[in-house]
């Protein structure tokens, strides 16, 4: 494969960058599938392993960004996804030079980068969320693994319950670092607002999510809950769950060459098949 290490997308910080992986064959252009890492929006890198289950759709005819965006030891919410959408720009706006297909781009991710896939595609119509001049594309699919969907809920689970805040208490705390604030603080609106569930539109892209059953990060019932909104907005079609028994938060279970066979299943039946 061919790589590019360390593109810059925006000069406001290091963590601007992106790193971009090409099939070696000139068989172009190339569907693109872009990953966000996970880290609870305090650490994680676009190289730090995470990436690499995702690099190997290069060797099925696929081109893999991998992204860096800024942390909560940097920003808050929303600038984080702003860097994402950011780094979509960058990539539609290279695409010649780079030979990729702007017309079928997929997002996956996993946990904090799963928020962010959902995000994007979500909200990638949303006034609110777009760049103001900038290139908004719209997403043809989302492959997540133990997405948080619905902050709301994760203030909810640990109200009052010794047992729940033991659980899931670092999931909230990742999460009130993201907002740079404490949960109770911050009104159900504006969590209401920055959780995915939030956005499901008639405009919802085919979304599959990956989930354990043990995880006591991001609990199964979110993913639930998020496929319920959907059933109720009239896209519940949209919304694919797989869970895995005994399996909690970054587990092993996910990368197996199984999954790897479901997910790229799901990614050229939305990718590729106009293609095939």
């Not at 999510?209 to 199964?220: N, R, S």
Request: one cysteine or more; proline letters at 5%.
């Amino acid at each position: 494969m061919r790589v590019f290490s360390d593109l810059e997308y925006g000069n406001e910080s290091e963590a601007q960058k992106l790193d971009l992986y090409l099939p070696t064959l000139n068989k172009g252009p190339y569907p693109l599938v872009i990953f966000m890492h996970g880290g609870g929006w305090q650490f994680g890198d676009k190289n730090d392993g995470q990436e690499r289950f995702w690099i190997d759709l290069v060797n099925h005819g696929y081109a893999v960004s991998s992204i860096n965006y800024r942390l909560s030891d940097e920003v808050h919410h929303p600038d984080g996804l702003f860097d994402c959408k950011m780094a979509v720009e960058y990539l539609v706006k290279h695409a010649d030079e780079y030979n990729i297909d702007t017309n079928r781009i997929g997002l996956v991710g996993n946990s904090a980068g799963a928020y962010y896939a959902l995000m994007m595609a979500l909200t990638a119509q949303h006034p609110k969320f777009q760049i103001k001049g900038g290139v908004n594309p719209s997403f043809k699919c989302v492959a997540v693994w133990y997405p948080p969907t619905d902050f709301n809920y994760g203030q909810e689970l640990i109200k009052g319950n010794i047992i729940n805040r033991i659980k899931f208490g670092v999931s909230v705390a990742f999460a009130e670092s993201y907002f740079g604030e404490k949960f109770k603080k911050l009104g159900k609106q504006f969590l209401r607002e920055a959780s995915p569930t939030y956005y499901l539109s008639k405009l919802t892209p085919p979304i599959l999510i990956q989930q354990g059953d043990k995880d006591y990060i991001v609990p199964l019932e979110q993913a639930y809950m998020f496929q319920q909104q959907a059933k109720d907005r009239g896209i519940g079609d949209r919304v694919e769950i797989q869970v895995f028994e005994d399996a909690g938060h970054v587990d092993p279970k996910f990368e197996t060459w199984e999954n790897r066979k479901t997910v790229r299943a799901f990614l050229d039946k939305h990718l590729k098949s106009d293609k095939n």
